[in-house]
């Protein structure tokens, strides 16, 4: 466990981010940035965690970039520092969600704007507390989107919603982000953090070589014909085909017993 900007635990095959900064409601400075990118890249490569839950504290789940830091780095004539933290920063926290080959879990336990938000649609699943919402605040103070909602957005609501939300920055409600199909399944408040559990326990004992070929495959189908899709998806069958995970469901199958879950 570590503590500090983020409260970082691994649980039963459960690794959770929290973002721990609820005074800010959970806004990304340096600090945080740098420790959510380092956070991420050990539980990825931690054997022991097979299901990745990022989550906030308080009342937010995450707003985006701390813009008292934003501020303070313009007026400081640090401009380096203001452009730079995109690819420096931005950039390979999106990548290594994306590509983590495991389960990703946003719990969004409250509002997330801007590159929360973004965050948050970069995860396979997306739980919300009722009370939660979503506003994609870029337009609102003159910038560009980031954190890949470019690429994640229209792949989530379609080209014409993401637009409306990108160009008419707005907060949405937990009800209409699910009917909009960003959100996986709202919650109520009060069963928010036992819903998290469960679902994440569900799937950090599942079979996590499919899970992150399944991931993978809807990835690249996403950027390419259906001819490279199908082999593509040729691939990953022969990978989680010849894996243990898939010879033991088979084996439960046929005794009609639940698999065990894999070591």
């Known amino acids: ?5 983020l409260v970082v635990t691994a ?26 990118l380092a956070a991420l890249r050990e539980l990825a490569a931690d054997a022991s965690v097979r299901c990745l ?9 995450c707003v985006g970039q701390d813009l008292k830091e934003h501020i303070a780095s313009m007026t400081g004539g640090d401009l380096d520092a203001v452009w730079s933290t995109v690819p420096e920063h931005y950039n390979p926290i999106a990548l290594t969600l994306h590509e983590m080959e495991k389960p990703v879990i946003a719990a969004v ?17 997306r739980i919300v507390a009722e009370s939660a919402g979503f506003n994609l605040a870029f337009a609102a ?8 909602s470019s690429w994640t957005l229209p792949r989530l609501v379609g080209p014409t919603r993401a637009m409306d939300l990108l160009l008419h920055p707005r907060t949405i409600s937990a009800a209409e982000a699910a009917d909009w199909g960003i959100a996986s399944e709202v919650v109520a408040d009060a069963a928010f953090d036992e819903r998290v559990a469960a679902v994440a326990e569900r799937l950090a004992h599942g079979p996590t070589l499919a899970y992150a070929s399944i991931r993978r495959s809807v990835a690249f189908s996403a950027g390419h014909p259906l001819a490279e899709s199908l082999e593509f998806e040729a691939s990953m069958m022969q990978r989680t085909g010849a894996s243990g995970d898939h010879r033991a469901a088979v084996e439960a199958f046929l005794a009609k017993q639940r698999p065990a879950a894999p070591s």
């Open 109 to 125: 336990n409250g509002v997330a704007a801007g590159a929360g938000a973004s965050l948050a649609f970069l995860a396979d699943y």
């Open 1 to 5: 466990m570590s503590e500090g900007p």
């Open 11 to 36: 649980h039963n095959g459960v690794g959770t981010i929290r973002f721990n900064r609820p005074a800010a409601m959970n806004a990304l400075d340096t600090a945080t940035k740098i420790a959510l």
């Open 141 to 148: 103070i003159a910038l560009s989107c980031d954190t890949g």
């Open 53 to 61: 839950v990022l989550t906030g504290t308080g009342r937010a789940f």
